[in-house]
Protein backbone atom coordinates (compact mmCIF):
# COMPACT_ATOMS: atom_id res chain seq x y z
CA UNK A 1 0.00 0.00 0.00
CA UNK A 2 0.67 3.62 -0.43
CA UNK A 3 0.76 6.03 2.47
CA UNK A 4 -2.61 7.14 1.53
CA UNK A 5 -4.19 3.42 1.07
CA UNK A 6 -2.16 3.14 4.57
CA UNK A 7 -3.73 6.10 6.45
CA UNK A 8 -7.18 5.95 4.63
CA UNK A 9 -7.55 1.64 5.64
CA UNK A 10 -6.39 2.73 9.17
CA UNK A 11 -9.49 5.68 9.51
CA UNK A 12 -11.64 2.95 7.98
CA UNK A 13 -10.80 -0.11 10.36
CA UNK A 14 -9.60 -2.66 7.68
CA UNK A 15 -6.33 -4.24 7.24
CA UNK A 16 -5.63 -3.27 3.82
CA UNK A 17 -7.26 -1.19 0.79
CA UNK A 18 -6.73 -0.65 -3.42
CA UNK A 19 -7.38 2.04 -5.24
CA UNK A 20 -11.06 2.28 -6.23
CA UNK A 21 -12.62 0.48 -3.01
CA UNK A 22 -14.88 3.00 -1.49
CA UNK A 23 -14.63 3.26 2.60
CA UNK A 24 -16.44 4.20 5.23
CA UNK A 25 -13.71 6.26 7.41
CA UNK A 26 -13.85 7.67 10.82
CA UNK A 27 -12.97 11.34 10.94
CA UNK A 28 -10.27 12.84 13.32
CA UNK A 29 -11.21 16.68 13.04
CA UNK A 30 -13.87 18.64 11.06
CA UNK A 31 -14.65 21.72 10.26
CA UNK A 32 -16.29 24.85 8.27
CA UNK A 33 -15.44 28.36 8.28
CA UNK A 34 -18.44 31.23 7.88
CA UNK A 35 -19.04 30.58 3.80
CA UNK A 36 -19.54 27.04 4.51
CA UNK A 37 -20.82 26.59 8.07
CA UNK A 38 -24.55 28.32 7.94
CA UNK A 39 -25.53 25.58 4.70
CA UNK A 40 -23.74 22.71 7.21
CA UNK A 41 -25.48 24.11 10.30
CA UNK A 42 -29.15 24.01 8.57
CA UNK A 43 -28.45 20.84 7.18
CA UNK A 44 -27.17 19.55 10.69
CA UNK A 45 -30.42 20.51 12.24
CA UNK A 46 -32.43 19.12 9.35
CA UNK A 47 -30.99 15.50 10.22
CA UNK A 48 -32.53 15.94 13.21
CA UNK A 49 -29.96 14.30 15.53
CA UNK A 50 -29.59 16.22 19.04
CA UNK A 51 -25.66 16.11 19.26
CA UNK A 52 -22.05 16.40 17.13
CA UNK A 53 -20.27 13.11 16.84
CA UNK A 54 -17.42 14.90 19.08
CA UNK A 55 -17.29 18.21 20.47
CA UNK A 56 -13.61 18.67 20.71
CA UNK A 57 -13.24 17.57 17.22
CA UNK A 58 -15.76 19.41 15.65
CA UNK A 59 -14.33 23.51 15.03
CA UNK A 60 -15.39 26.48 12.68
CA UNK A 61 -13.76 29.67 12.04
CA UNK A 62 -14.66 32.86 10.59
CA UNK A 63 -12.25 33.69 8.05
CA UNK A 64 -14.03 34.79 4.69
CA UNK A 65 -15.68 37.16 5.84
CA UNK A 66 -14.40 39.25 8.95
CA UNK A 67 -15.12 41.87 9.88
CA UNK A 68 -18.34 41.04 8.10
CA UNK A 69 -18.97 43.43 5.19
CA UNK A 70 -22.50 42.82 4.88
CA UNK A 71 -25.67 42.19 7.18
CA UNK A 72 -26.12 38.56 6.03
CA UNK A 73 -22.46 37.84 6.61
CA UNK A 74 -23.14 39.05 9.91
CA UNK A 75 -25.98 37.18 10.13
CA UNK A 76 -24.22 33.80 9.33
CA UNK A 77 -21.33 34.47 12.45
CA UNK A 78 -24.58 34.49 15.06
CA UNK A 79 -25.60 31.21 13.58
CA UNK A 80 -22.21 29.86 14.11
CA UNK A 81 -22.37 31.31 17.63
CA UNK A 82 -25.41 29.79 18.27
CA UNK A 83 -24.06 26.41 16.71
CA UNK A 84 -21.51 26.21 18.88
CA UNK A 85 -23.06 27.51 22.52
CA UNK A 86 -25.95 24.85 21.78
CA UNK A 87 -23.49 21.77 20.80
CA UNK A 88 -20.32 22.89 22.50
CA UNK A 89 -17.70 22.34 19.91
CA UNK A 90 -15.49 25.08 19.06
CA UNK A 91 -15.25 28.40 17.43
CA UNK A 92 -12.89 31.18 16.04
CA UNK A 93 -14.79 34.42 16.17
CA UNK A 94 -12.27 36.85 17.04
CA UNK A 95 -9.96 37.02 14.17
CA UNK A 96 -7.76 34.14 15.05
CA UNK A 97 -6.75 33.46 11.25
CA UNK A 98 -7.77 31.02 8.30
CA UNK A 99 -9.00 27.97 8.97
CA UNK A 100 -6.37 25.86 7.80
CA UNK A 101 -3.82 27.59 9.88
CA UNK A 102 -5.76 27.89 12.26
CA UNK A 103 -5.73 23.91 12.69
CA UNK A 104 -2.37 23.98 12.52
CA UNK A 105 -1.66 26.48 15.85
CA UNK A 106 -4.62 25.28 18.32
CA UNK A 107 -4.91 21.45 17.35
CA UNK A 108 -2.77 18.27 17.77
CA UNK A 109 -3.14 17.25 14.70
CA UNK A 110 -0.91 13.67 14.13
CA UNK A 111 0.22 12.61 11.02
CA UNK A 112 -2.30 10.50 9.23
CA UNK A 113 -5.08 11.93 10.95
CA UNK A 114 -8.17 12.23 8.64
CA UNK A 115 -9.20 16.15 8.45
CA UNK A 116 -12.61 16.67 6.56
CA UNK A 117 -12.98 20.55 6.17
CA UNK A 118 -15.62 22.40 4.16
CA UNK A 119 -13.47 24.25 2.47
CA UNK A 120 -11.46 23.02 -0.98
CA UNK A 121 -7.74 23.71 0.51
CA UNK A 122 -7.95 21.29 3.30
CA UNK A 123 -5.24 19.42 2.04
CA UNK A 124 -2.71 22.14 3.55
CA UNK A 125 -2.70 19.91 6.72
CA UNK A 126 -1.02 17.15 4.37
CA UNK A 127 2.12 19.52 4.72
CA UNK A 128 2.95 18.00 8.18
CA UNK A 129 0.99 14.31 6.91
CA UNK A 130 -2.29 14.67 7.74
CA UNK A 131 -4.88 13.37 5.22
CA UNK A 132 -7.21 16.43 4.59
CA UNK A 133 -10.17 15.97 2.37
CA UNK A 134 -12.09 19.24 1.37
CA UNK A 135 -15.86 18.48 1.09
CA UNK A 136 -19.15 20.74 0.97
CA UNK A 137 -21.60 21.63 3.59
CA UNK A 138 -23.81 18.83 3.26
CA UNK A 139 -21.08 15.90 3.20
CA UNK A 140 -19.89 18.19 6.24
CA UNK A 141 -22.90 17.74 8.11
CA UNK A 142 -23.51 14.13 8.00
CA UNK A 143 -19.96 14.31 9.03
CA UNK A 144 -20.57 16.10 12.43
CA UNK A 145 -23.80 14.08 12.96
CA UNK A 146 -21.87 10.56 11.95
CA UNK A 147 -18.49 11.18 12.94
CA UNK A 148 -17.82 9.31 9.34
CA UNK A 149 -17.52 9.89 6.24
CA UNK A 150 -17.39 8.02 2.61
CA UNK A 151 -14.00 8.08 0.73
CA UNK A 152 -12.87 6.35 -2.58
CA UNK A 153 -9.47 5.22 -2.18
CA UNK A 154 -7.63 7.36 -5.23
CA UNK A 155 -5.23 6.23 -7.55
CA UNK A 156 -1.67 7.99 -6.19
CA UNK A 157 0.85 9.73 -8.21
CA UNK A 158 4.01 10.24 -6.84
CA UNK A 159 6.55 13.59 -7.72
CA UNK A 160 9.61 11.91 -6.72
CA UNK A 161 12.38 15.34 -5.96
CA UNK A 162 15.92 15.54 -6.26
CA UNK A 163 18.93 18.29 -5.84
CA UNK A 164 18.37 21.70 -3.83
CA UNK A 165 16.27 24.80 -4.47
CA UNK A 166 18.36 27.66 -6.07
CA UNK A 167 18.08 31.05 -3.92
CA UNK A 168 14.26 32.69 -4.85
CA UNK A 169 12.73 29.77 -5.50
CA UNK A 170 10.53 28.19 -3.26
CA UNK A 171 7.22 25.86 -2.77
CA UNK A 172 5.01 28.13 -4.31
CA UNK A 173 7.24 27.93 -7.59
CA UNK A 174 7.22 23.88 -7.05
CA UNK A 175 3.31 23.67 -7.12
CA UNK A 176 2.88 26.35 -9.86
CA UNK A 177 5.19 24.09 -12.21
CA UNK A 178 3.61 21.09 -12.11
CA UNK A 179 0.13 22.96 -12.79
CA UNK A 180 1.59 24.20 -15.65
CA UNK A 181 3.01 20.30 -16.22
CA UNK A 182 -0.32 18.70 -15.29
CA UNK A 183 -3.12 20.98 -15.69
CA UNK A 184 -6.12 21.34 -13.99
CA UNK A 185 -7.88 18.32 -13.62
CA UNK A 186 -5.36 15.59 -14.11
CA UNK A 187 -5.42 14.74 -10.62
CA UNK A 188 -9.07 14.85 -10.33
CA UNK A 189 -9.76 12.11 -7.96
CA UNK A 190 -6.32 11.31 -7.36
CA UNK A 191 -3.75 11.40 -4.61
CA UNK A 192 -0.33 13.13 -4.66
CA UNK A 193 2.31 12.27 -2.88
CA UNK A 194 5.61 14.40 -2.80
CA UNK A 195 8.96 12.18 -2.16
CA UNK A 196 12.80 11.83 -2.07
CA UNK A 197 15.24 13.75 -1.08
CA UNK A 198 14.39 16.50 -2.41
CA UNK A 199 11.85 17.13 0.32
CA UNK A 200 14.37 18.23 3.16
CA UNK A 201 14.55 21.42 0.93
CA UNK A 202 11.29 22.42 2.11
CA UNK A 203 9.84 23.90 5.27
CA UNK A 204 6.83 22.60 6.93
CA UNK A 205 5.60 26.12 5.89
CA UNK A 206 6.27 25.74 2.18
CA UNK A 207 5.17 22.12 2.37
CA UNK A 208 1.41 23.23 3.47
CA UNK A 209 1.73 25.88 0.40
CA UNK A 210 2.65 23.12 -1.78
CA UNK A 211 -0.35 20.91 -0.51
CA UNK A 212 -2.84 23.88 -0.27
CA UNK A 213 -2.87 24.34 -4.22
CA UNK A 214 -2.98 20.54 -4.66
CA UNK A 215 -6.61 21.25 -5.51
CA UNK A 216 -5.84 23.51 -8.14
CA UNK A 217 -4.54 20.63 -10.01
CA UNK A 218 -7.75 18.80 -8.66
CA UNK A 219 -5.91 16.53 -6.79
CA UNK A 220 -8.43 14.70 -3.90
CA UNK A 221 -5.25 14.68 -1.48
CA UNK A 222 -1.95 16.02 -1.12
CA UNK A 223 0.90 15.19 1.06
CA UNK A 224 4.42 15.01 1.91
CA UNK A 225 6.23 11.69 2.47
CA UNK A 226 9.27 10.44 3.03
CA UNK A 227 12.73 10.42 1.05
CA UNK A 228 11.97 6.82 0.30
CA UNK A 229 9.64 6.83 -3.16
CA UNK A 230 6.01 5.91 -2.66
CA UNK A 231 4.94 2.37 -3.47
CA UNK A 232 2.41 1.13 -5.71
CA UNK A 233 1.71 4.57 -7.21
CA UNK A 234 0.22 4.96 -10.85
CA UNK A 235 2.82 6.94 -12.36
CA UNK A 236 6.39 8.69 -10.80
CA UNK A 237 7.37 11.83 -11.45
CA UNK A 238 11.12 13.37 -11.37
CA UNK A 239 12.27 16.41 -10.39
CA UNK A 240 15.70 17.59 -10.30
CA UNK A 241 14.91 20.49 -7.78
CA UNK A 242 17.90 22.73 -8.70
CA UNK A 243 16.31 23.54 -12.33
CA UNK A 244 13.58 25.18 -11.15
CA UNK A 245 13.09 28.35 -11.90
CA UNK A 246 10.66 31.38 -10.03
CA UNK A 247 7.36 30.37 -12.05
CA UNK A 248 4.23 32.75 -12.14
CA UNK A 249 0.61 31.70 -13.25
CA UNK A 250 -0.84 34.11 -15.78
CA UNK A 251 -4.61 35.16 -15.81
CA UNK A 252 -7.17 32.87 -15.82
CA UNK A 253 -5.80 29.56 -15.14
CA UNK A 254 -3.71 28.44 -12.67
CA UNK A 255 -2.50 25.74 -15.22
CA UNK A 256 -1.47 28.80 -17.75
CA UNK A 257 2.57 28.70 -15.77
CA UNK A 258 5.83 30.46 -17.16
CA UNK A 259 8.65 31.52 -16.20
CA UNK A 260 8.59 34.90 -14.21
CA UNK A 261 11.19 36.12 -16.75
CA UNK A 262 8.76 35.33 -19.76
CA UNK A 263 6.59 37.88 -18.42
CA UNK A 264 8.61 40.37 -17.05
CA UNK A 265 7.79 44.53 -17.80
CA UNK A 266 4.11 43.60 -17.02
CA UNK A 267 2.52 46.60 -15.95
CA UNK A 268 0.48 46.04 -12.83
CA UNK A 269 -1.21 47.82 -10.03
CA UNK A 270 -2.23 45.73 -7.26
CA UNK A 271 0.02 42.84 -5.29
CA UNK A 272 -2.16 40.76 -2.60
CA UNK A 273 0.74 38.63 0.06
CA UNK A 274 -0.77 36.72 2.33
CA UNK A 275 -4.05 33.81 2.46
CA UNK A 276 -4.08 30.25 3.44
CA UNK A 277 -1.26 29.43 1.12
CA UNK A 278 0.99 32.16 1.38
CA UNK A 279 0.39 34.20 4.26
CA UNK A 280 2.94 32.32 7.11
CA UNK A 281 6.08 33.85 8.80
CA UNK A 282 8.82 33.03 6.06
CA UNK A 283 5.91 34.38 3.96
CA UNK A 284 6.63 37.73 5.88
CA UNK A 285 9.70 38.32 6.18
CA UNK A 286 9.82 38.19 2.44
CA UNK A 287 8.42 40.98 2.55
CA UNK A 288 9.94 42.47 5.27
CA UNK A 289 13.47 42.09 3.80
CA UNK A 290 12.39 43.69 0.93
CA UNK A 291 10.97 46.47 2.26
CA UNK A 292 13.46 47.76 4.90
CA UNK A 293 15.23 48.82 1.75
CA UNK A 294 12.59 49.56 -1.05
CA UNK A 295 9.50 51.77 -1.02
CA UNK A 296 6.39 49.82 -3.16
CA UNK A 297 6.06 52.05 -6.43
CA UNK A 298 3.43 54.90 -6.23
CA UNK A 299 0.38 53.20 -8.56
CA UNK A 300 0.46 49.86 -6.89
CA UNK A 301 -1.59 49.53 -3.75
CA UNK A 302 0.14 46.48 -1.86
CA UNK A 303 -2.11 44.59 0.38
CA UNK A 304 -0.86 42.11 3.02
CA UNK A 305 -3.03 39.81 5.17
CA UNK A 306 -0.98 37.23 7.39
CA UNK A 307 -2.77 33.55 8.26
CA UNK A 308 -2.74 34.42 11.97
CA UNK A 309 -3.10 36.21 14.58
CA UNK A 310 -0.14 34.65 16.11
CA UNK A 311 1.68 35.55 12.88
CA UNK A 312 0.74 39.07 13.15
CA UNK A 313 1.98 39.28 16.69
CA UNK A 314 5.50 38.02 15.66
CA UNK A 315 5.56 40.57 12.19
CA UNK A 316 4.65 43.27 15.19
CA UNK A 317 7.00 42.00 17.96
CA UNK A 318 9.80 42.27 15.13
CA UNK A 319 8.95 45.58 13.89
CA UNK A 320 8.43 44.08 10.09
CA UNK A 321 4.58 45.96 10.19
CA UNK A 322 5.93 49.52 10.59
CA UNK A 323 8.51 48.51 8.14
CA UNK A 324 6.07 47.34 5.54
CA UNK A 325 3.28 49.96 6.43
CA UNK A 326 5.71 52.93 6.03
CA UNK A 327 7.00 51.53 2.64
CA UNK A 328 3.35 52.01 1.46
CA UNK A 329 1.73 48.56 2.49
CA UNK A 330 -1.42 47.97 4.31
CA UNK A 331 -1.36 45.01 6.62
CA UNK A 332 -5.44 43.62 6.99
CA UNK A 333 -6.38 42.07 9.39
CA UNK A 334 -5.54 37.75 9.58
CA UNK A 335 -8.31 36.05 7.24
CA UNK A 336 -8.40 34.75 3.79
CA UNK A 337 -8.63 39.00 2.99
CA UNK A 338 -9.23 40.16 -0.83
CA UNK A 339 -8.14 36.41 -2.42
CA UNK A 340 -12.09 35.90 -3.46
CA UNK A 341 -13.26 39.05 -4.31
CA UNK A 342 -15.87 40.04 -1.26
CA UNK A 343 -14.12 42.65 0.27
CA UNK A 344 -11.23 44.27 1.51
CA UNK A 345 -9.47 45.15 -1.91
CA UNK A 346 -11.87 44.02 -4.33
CA UNK A 347 -10.79 45.14 -7.98
CA UNK A 348 -11.95 46.64 -11.05
CA UNK A 349 -11.61 45.15 -15.22
CA UNK A 350 -8.99 47.54 -15.60
CA UNK A 351 -6.44 46.13 -12.81
CA UNK A 352 -3.72 43.92 -12.75
CA UNK A 353 -2.36 42.20 -10.06
CA UNK A 354 0.53 40.21 -8.67
CA UNK A 355 -1.27 37.69 -5.83
CA UNK A 356 0.47 34.96 -3.46
CA UNK A 357 -3.32 33.17 -3.04
CA UNK A 358 -4.29 30.49 -5.57
CA UNK A 359 -6.72 31.00 -7.94
CA UNK A 360 -6.80 33.41 -10.89
CA UNK A 361 -10.41 32.24 -12.24
CA UNK A 362 -12.10 35.41 -13.94
CA UNK A 363 -13.76 37.70 -11.83
CA UNK A 364 -11.92 35.93 -8.23
CA UNK A 365 -11.04 39.21 -6.96
CA UNK A 366 -14.00 41.40 -8.51
CA UNK A 367 -13.95 42.38 -11.87
CA UNK A 368 -14.12 39.75 -14.88
CA UNK A 369 -11.80 41.33 -16.98
CA UNK A 370 -9.15 42.04 -13.73
CA UNK A 371 -5.93 40.12 -14.62
CA UNK A 372 -4.27 38.03 -11.91
CA UNK A 373 -0.54 36.54 -11.78
CA UNK A 374 -0.07 33.99 -9.29
CA UNK A 375 3.23 34.03 -7.72
CA UNK A 376 5.58 33.28 -4.90
CA UNK A 377 5.40 36.19 -2.22
CA UNK A 378 8.89 36.91 -3.46
CA UNK A 379 8.37 37.72 -7.01
CA UNK A 380 4.90 39.71 -5.71
CA UNK A 381 7.32 41.88 -3.53
CA UNK A 382 9.83 42.35 -6.07
CA UNK A 383 6.77 43.02 -8.48
CA UNK A 384 5.58 45.65 -5.99
CA UNK A 385 8.20 47.46 -5.49
CA UNK A 386 9.55 47.56 -9.36
CA UNK A 387 5.49 48.69 -10.70
CA UNK A 388 5.81 46.34 -13.02
CA UNK A 389 6.43 41.89 -12.81
CA UNK A 390 9.68 41.24 -12.63
CA UNK A 391 12.44 38.28 -11.34
CA UNK A 392 14.62 40.45 -8.97
CA UNK A 393 15.58 44.08 -8.03
CA UNK A 394 18.75 44.41 -10.01
CA UNK A 395 17.21 47.25 -12.30
CA UNK A 396 15.66 48.95 -9.23
CA UNK A 397 17.97 50.94 -6.88
CA UNK A 398 17.24 51.06 -3.20
CA UNK A 399 16.05 53.93 -1.88
CA UNK B 1 -38.47 9.81 -11.78
CA UNK B 2 -34.27 9.70 -13.16
CA UNK B 3 -35.11 10.85 -16.90
CA UNK B 4 -34.85 14.04 -17.74
CA UNK B 5 -36.33 15.49 -20.81
CA UNK B 6 -35.17 19.21 -22.13
CA UNK B 7 -33.06 21.46 -24.36
CA UNK B 8 -29.23 22.44 -24.30
CA UNK B 9 -27.69 25.41 -22.93
CA UNK B 10 -23.91 25.33 -23.51
CA UNK B 11 -21.05 26.07 -21.78
CA UNK B 12 -16.87 25.57 -22.13
CA UNK B 13 -14.20 24.06 -20.06
CA UNK B 14 -12.89 24.86 -16.66
CA UNK B 15 -15.96 26.80 -16.03
CA UNK B 16 -15.13 27.46 -12.03
CA UNK B 17 -17.34 28.04 -9.23
CA UNK B 18 -16.58 31.88 -8.46
CA UNK B 19 -17.90 32.03 -12.31
CA UNK B 20 -20.95 29.76 -11.47
CA UNK B 21 -21.65 31.96 -7.91
CA UNK B 22 -19.29 34.89 -7.01
CA UNK B 23 -17.33 35.40 -4.09
CA UNK B 24 -19.70 38.30 -3.64
CA UNK B 25 -23.06 36.38 -3.08
CA UNK B 26 -21.40 33.66 -1.05
CA UNK B 27 -23.14 34.96 2.47
CA UNK B 28 -26.36 35.54 1.00
CA UNK B 29 -29.66 33.50 2.36
CA UNK B 30 -28.84 30.21 0.76
CA UNK B 31 -32.31 29.62 -0.50
CA UNK B 32 -32.11 32.94 -2.36
CA UNK B 33 -28.94 32.05 -4.74
CA UNK B 34 -31.03 31.20 -8.32
CA UNK B 35 -30.43 35.04 -9.37
CA UNK B 36 -26.70 34.85 -8.80
CA UNK B 37 -26.49 31.38 -10.75
CA UNK B 38 -23.48 31.88 -12.90
CA UNK B 39 -23.53 35.63 -12.72
CA UNK B 40 -19.90 35.61 -13.03
CA UNK B 41 -19.71 33.26 -15.86
CA UNK B 42 -17.71 35.06 -19.02
CA UNK B 43 -18.87 32.22 -21.86
CA UNK B 44 -22.40 32.68 -22.26
CA UNK B 45 -25.08 35.05 -21.72
CA UNK B 46 -27.27 32.31 -18.77
CA UNK B 47 -30.90 32.56 -19.33
CA UNK B 48 -32.06 32.61 -15.64
CA UNK B 49 -35.55 31.80 -16.90
CA UNK B 50 -34.86 27.95 -17.96
CA UNK B 51 -37.96 26.19 -18.20
CA UNK B 52 -37.45 24.98 -21.07
CA UNK B 53 -33.59 25.03 -21.79
CA UNK B 54 -32.56 23.18 -18.55
CA UNK B 55 -30.18 21.33 -19.48
CA UNK B 56 -26.32 22.18 -19.18
CA UNK B 57 -23.68 20.76 -21.56
CA UNK B 58 -19.92 21.60 -20.27
CA UNK B 59 -16.30 20.32 -21.31
CA UNK B 60 -14.00 19.33 -19.40
CA UNK B 61 -13.95 20.11 -15.27
CA UNK B 62 -16.41 21.48 -14.67
CA UNK B 63 -16.96 23.16 -11.05
CA UNK B 64 -13.21 23.42 -10.38
CA UNK B 65 -12.44 25.53 -7.09
CA UNK B 66 -13.94 26.36 -4.28
CA UNK B 67 -15.69 23.95 -2.55
CA UNK B 68 -19.02 26.44 -1.64
CA UNK B 69 -21.95 24.61 -2.30
CA UNK B 70 -23.69 27.67 -3.08
CA UNK B 71 -22.68 26.52 -6.49
CA UNK B 72 -25.19 23.85 -7.10
CA UNK B 73 -27.53 25.21 -5.10
CA UNK B 74 -27.82 28.63 -7.41
CA UNK B 75 -27.78 26.14 -10.34
CA UNK B 76 -30.82 24.27 -9.09
CA UNK B 77 -32.66 27.00 -8.03
CA UNK B 78 -32.13 29.12 -11.24
CA UNK B 79 -34.06 25.77 -12.85
CA UNK B 80 -31.04 23.69 -14.22
CA UNK B 81 -32.41 20.40 -13.90
CA UNK B 82 -29.32 18.43 -14.84
CA UNK B 83 -25.23 19.41 -15.92
CA UNK B 84 -23.87 16.83 -18.37
CA UNK B 85 -19.86 17.60 -18.41
CA UNK B 86 -16.70 15.80 -19.95
CA UNK B 87 -15.50 15.38 -16.03
CA UNK B 88 -16.60 17.61 -13.28
CA UNK B 89 -14.26 18.69 -9.97
CA UNK B 90 -14.70 16.24 -7.33
CA UNK B 91 -16.27 18.30 -4.72
CA UNK B 92 -18.38 19.96 -7.03
CA UNK B 93 -19.75 16.51 -8.48
CA UNK B 94 -20.75 15.41 -4.92
CA UNK B 95 -21.95 18.68 -3.70
CA UNK B 96 -24.65 18.36 -6.64
CA UNK B 97 -25.46 15.40 -5.76
CA UNK B 98 -25.93 15.85 -2.17
CA UNK B 99 -28.08 19.22 -2.63
CA UNK B 100 -30.34 16.81 -5.18
CA UNK B 101 -29.01 17.88 -8.55
CA UNK B 102 -28.18 15.54 -11.24
CA UNK B 103 -24.54 15.45 -12.46
CA UNK B 104 -23.81 13.06 -15.79
CA UNK B 105 -20.03 12.52 -17.08
CA UNK B 106 -20.77 12.28 -20.55
CA UNK B 107 -18.54 12.91 -23.79
CA UNK B 108 -21.55 15.06 -26.13
CA UNK B 109 -19.72 18.33 -26.16
CA UNK B 110 -18.55 18.14 -29.92
CA UNK B 111 -22.51 17.46 -30.72
CA UNK B 112 -24.42 19.64 -28.61
CA UNK B 113 -25.40 22.92 -29.89
CA UNK B 114 -27.56 25.13 -27.87
CA UNK B 115 -31.43 24.90 -27.84
CA UNK B 116 -31.07 20.63 -29.07
CA UNK B 117 -33.70 18.54 -27.73
CA UNK B 118 -32.01 16.32 -25.30
CA UNK B 119 -33.22 13.01 -23.67
CA UNK B 120 -31.34 11.63 -20.66
CA UNK B 121 -31.79 8.26 -18.51
CA UNK B 122 -29.75 8.42 -15.54
CA UNK B 123 -30.05 4.92 -14.56
CA UNK B 124 -29.12 3.32 -17.89
CA UNK B 125 -26.90 5.86 -19.20
CA UNK B 126 -28.67 5.97 -22.18
CA UNK B 127 -28.65 9.95 -23.76
CA UNK B 128 -30.58 10.93 -26.62
CA UNK B 129 -29.35 13.87 -28.64
CA UNK B 130 -31.43 15.47 -31.70
CA UNK B 131 -32.83 11.56 -31.83
CA UNK B 132 -29.40 10.24 -32.13
CA UNK B 133 -28.63 7.45 -29.05
CA UNK B 134 -25.70 7.73 -26.58
CA UNK B 135 -24.28 5.67 -24.48
CA UNK B 136 -22.21 6.51 -20.76
CA UNK B 137 -21.58 5.11 -17.82
CA UNK B 138 -24.70 4.96 -15.49
CA UNK B 139 -24.93 7.06 -12.22
CA UNK B 140 -24.15 4.66 -9.49
CA UNK B 141 -26.91 2.81 -7.41
CA UNK B 142 -26.19 5.04 -4.28
CA UNK B 143 -25.73 8.31 -6.29
CA UNK B 144 -29.39 7.58 -8.21
CA UNK B 145 -31.09 6.57 -4.21
CA UNK B 146 -29.52 9.92 -3.26
CA UNK B 147 -30.76 11.61 -6.22
CA UNK B 148 -34.51 9.68 -5.60
CA UNK B 149 -34.60 11.33 -2.19
CA UNK B 150 -33.43 14.15 -3.27
CA UNK B 151 -30.38 14.62 -1.77
CA UNK B 152 -27.79 13.74 0.88
CA UNK B 153 -29.99 14.39 3.93
CA UNK B 154 -33.29 12.97 3.31
CA UNK B 155 -31.49 9.75 2.36
CA UNK B 156 -30.00 10.10 5.77
CA UNK B 157 -33.23 10.69 7.64
CA UNK B 158 -34.65 7.62 5.59
CA UNK B 159 -31.97 5.58 6.91
CA UNK B 160 -31.76 6.61 10.35
CA UNK B 161 -35.62 5.59 10.31
CA UNK B 162 -36.67 9.18 10.81
CA UNK B 163 -38.85 9.11 7.96
CA UNK B 164 -40.16 6.88 5.48
CA UNK B 165 -38.20 5.27 2.54
CA UNK B 166 -38.76 5.69 -0.94
CA UNK B 167 -39.75 2.57 -3.00
Known sequence: ?399 | MLTIKGCIQKLGDDVDTDQILPGYAMAEPADQLGRFALAGATDIDFKKDINTCRVLVAGKNFGCGSSREQAPLALKQAGVALVIARSFARIFRRNSINIGLPVLVADIYEEASPGDEIDVDLQSGEIILNGKRFETKPLSETVCRTLQYGGLIPRVRADLGLDETVE
Not at chain 1, 8 to 14: H, N
Not at chain 1, 16 to 45: E, M, W
Not at chain 1, 92 to 97: N, S
Not at chain 1, 320 to 330: D, F, K, L, M, P
Open chain 1, 1 to 399: MNRIEMWLAKAAGVESCKAGDDLNCRVSYVGAHDVTAPIAIDQFLSIGVDRVFNPERVFMVVDHIYPASTANARRNVQKMQEFADRFGTHLFAQGEGVIHQVLYEYFDVKEGDLVVIADSHTGTCGGYGAIGVGVGSTELAAAMATGTVDLEVPEVVNVLLSGHLQPGVSGKDLILYLAGMLGTDYLTDRGLVFSGPGIKSFSVAERMTVCNMGIELGSMITLFGDEQPEEETIRTIELDLSTLEAQIALPFSVADVKAVKEVAGVPITQVTIGSCTNGRLADMEEVYNVLKDHRVADHVNLLVFPASRSIQNEMDKRGWSEVIRNAGGTILNPGCGPCFGAHMGVVTDDDVVVSSTNRNFPGRMGGVGAKIYLASPLTAIHSAVAGKIVTDLSEVGSC
